[in-house]
């Protein structure tokens, strides 16, 4: 009959590596959803708080629910390539996914380029990147579309549709070159008079 592992290592081997397993899965980030406090639209940094609470092991072997203290100066990630860059006003409450960067971002951030590490740290807290858009049950979109492309407000009182033969536009105004499209009139030529707005 075979010996456990229990048996092999004793009770005091098995406790300490028990702890340094702990101890490297609660020090090991990957990622977690968030909640974006603060968003800083001229550096494009957001302050975010960690949306789960870390299961901690204390002095005296008893864990206790922490809270991670906010993230500060987090990256914000946007749709952007080739010139273009798709935005929107990000809001306090916003949920968000974090993800941790295997390496220190510290320097990259800073300079762009390819760069050395400043500190050789991996999946740290401090190295958090933000990425708006994953959201909770409380906060799921209504009337999701299932067959077309939306640009649309949260609540769908405003939405931009795309299918494969169909634009529609829904918006109290649309403006062109800031000119409101809804009320805009033009002179007929020929005398005629001032023509009515879109129908």
Request: glycine share 8%.
């Amino acid at each position: 009959m075979g010996v456990s592992i229990n048996e092999r290592l004793g009770d005091n081997e098995i406790e300490f590596y028990n702890t340094l397993i702990d101890k490297v899965f609660t020090t090991l980030r990957v990622s977690v959803p968030g909640i974006i406090r603060k968003f800083d639209h001229v550096t494009q940094t957001a302050e975010v708080q960690v949306a789960l609470r870390e299961h901690v092991r204390q002095e005296n072997m008893e864990y206790v629910w922490t809270e991670i203290p906010p993230l500060q100066d987090v990256p914000v990630v946007f749709p952007r390539g080739g010139g273009y860059a798709l935005t929107f006003p990000i809001k306090e409450g916003d949920e968000c996914l974090i993800v941790f960067s295997d390496m220190c971002i510290d320097a990259w951030f800073s300079s762009g380029g390819v760069q050395n590490q400043i500190e050789k740290r991996r999946h740290d807290l401090s190295d958090a990147i933000c990425i708006p858009g994953l959201w909770s049950q409380p906060k799921k979109l209504e009337n999701f579309s299932r067959d077309a492309v939306h640009l649309r407000s949260d609540d769908g009182s405003a939405y931009i549709s795309l299918t494969k033969d169909e634009l529609n536009i829904v918006v109290p105004r649309v403006k062109i070159n800031g000119i409101n499209f809804g009320t805009h009139t033009h002179y007929a030529p020929n005398g005629g008079g001032q023509t009515s707005g879109p129908s």
